[in-house]
């Protein structure tokens, strides 16, 4: 069923609707079915950060350089790195757990405004792995580096080699080897995956998207989140969309390219995503045992966000302040 139940908020004044392109301030969606949902939509909202999950220095630190005039491009790319140098997160960057046989090891992806694309997977020595992602779109003829190569790559551009496996990680990995027990859990250990869209002050979109992966995955397992179409896709004429969650279920979808499609033949950022969890929930008898989650951001500032389970949400860094907004949900 579609639920449009949409408020105007703030008029001039004016009756004629064909003259509120400054003034209409908010679509509130019905919250009628499952959950509660909401997207905004201002004419002037510009510039708008949205990130996976409530990583909120992240999106602050995106958003202020959006404010003071920055690209999208380098604000994406600024914002992630919070997280990346963040020991704390154990699903992103340094710190981040490692694969059963204790490898950390992470990928990454960023797409620019003009459709071009970097990424990098299985980067094992160099905590940024957005921005390598980002040397590869600019400074190579290529698209993706993986393992050993994008390493080098990674050192060959300047990035300090880095030991990822933190304390913290070891001492996790330690308990872990006891039991040997693989059972992501939903919202907790598959839950960290940063994917973030901003949109600058000329409306431009970029987005990026990074993660050390599943917590003991197999060695050399990949994820969605450096494929171009899975984890990140955007379109400067449409908008972009991101994900989180089972990167396998994901991938499988090719969920933010279809994200995007759905909004170019005119779906709403909401309703598009919603299509995408169906059709992952439609492939998979076993989604009631895994999360995945998109959010995504039209041309216009609209955004959507929908996740398979309860509990998560996403971050919005918008005239001066983060909100965390909870996602709608099937279950
Ligand atoms: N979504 C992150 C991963 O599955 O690796």
């Keep these: 069923m579609k639920r449009r139940n949409f408020i105007l908020q703030s008029i001039l004044g004016s009756a004629v609707l064909g003259i509120f392109s400054n003034s209409v301030t908010a679509f509130n969606l019905d919250k009628s079915l499952k959950n509660s949902a909401m997207i905004s939509y201002k004419s002037n909202i510009f510039p708008l950060t949205i990130a996976t999950w409530n990583f909120p220095n992240a999106s602050k630190r995106a958003g202020e350089l959006l404010a003071e005039g920055a690209t999208a491009l380098d604000a994406v790319e600024q914002g992630v790195m919070v997280e990346e140098a963040d020991i704390r997160n154990t699903t992103v960057g340094k710190g981040g757990a490692p694969d059963r046989d204790g490898n950390v090891t992470l990928d990454a992806c960023i797409m620019s405004p003009s459709g071009d694309a970097g990424a990098v997977v299985y980067l094992k020595y160099t ?11 600019e400074e190579t003829p290529h698209v993706m580096l993986a393992g050993e190569g994008a390493d080098l790559f990674a050192i060959q551009q300047g990035f300090e ?3 990822l496996f933190t304390e913290g990680s070891k001492l996790a990995y330690q308990e872990w080897l006891k039991k040997k ?11 960290d995956t940063i994917g973030m869209l901003c949109i600058d002050k000329n409306g431009d979109i970029a987005g990026a998207c990074t993660s050390s ?3 003991y995955k197999i060695n050399g397992r990949v994820g969605d989140s450096p494929i171009i179409g899975s984890g990140l896709f955007l379109d400067n004429e449409v908008g972009g969309a991101v994900a989180t969650g089972m990167g396998e279920a994901i991938m499988k979808s090719v969920g933010s390219f279809l994200i995007v499609e ?4 005119g779906q709403s950022p909401q309703d598009a995503c919603e299509e995408a969890i169906n059709r992952i929930i439609k492939a998979n008898p076993n989604f009631k045992e895994f999360q995945a989650a998109f959010i995504a951001v039209n041309k216009k500032g609209e955004i959507g966000s929908h996740c398979i389970q309860k509990g998560f949400s996403y ?3 918008q005239d001066g302040k983060n909100e965390n907004i909870p996602s709608s949900y099937n279950f």
């Design 127 to 137: 905590s940024h792995a957005a921005s390598v992602a980002r040397k590869v779109m």
């Design 161 to 163: 080699k880095e030991e």
């Design 181 to 191: 027990e693989y059972k992501p859990i939903i919202n907790i250990e598959n839950h």
């Design 213 to 215: 992966g599943l917590s």
């Design 262 to 265: 759905l909004m170019r033949q």
């Design 315 to 317: 971050v919005k860094y």
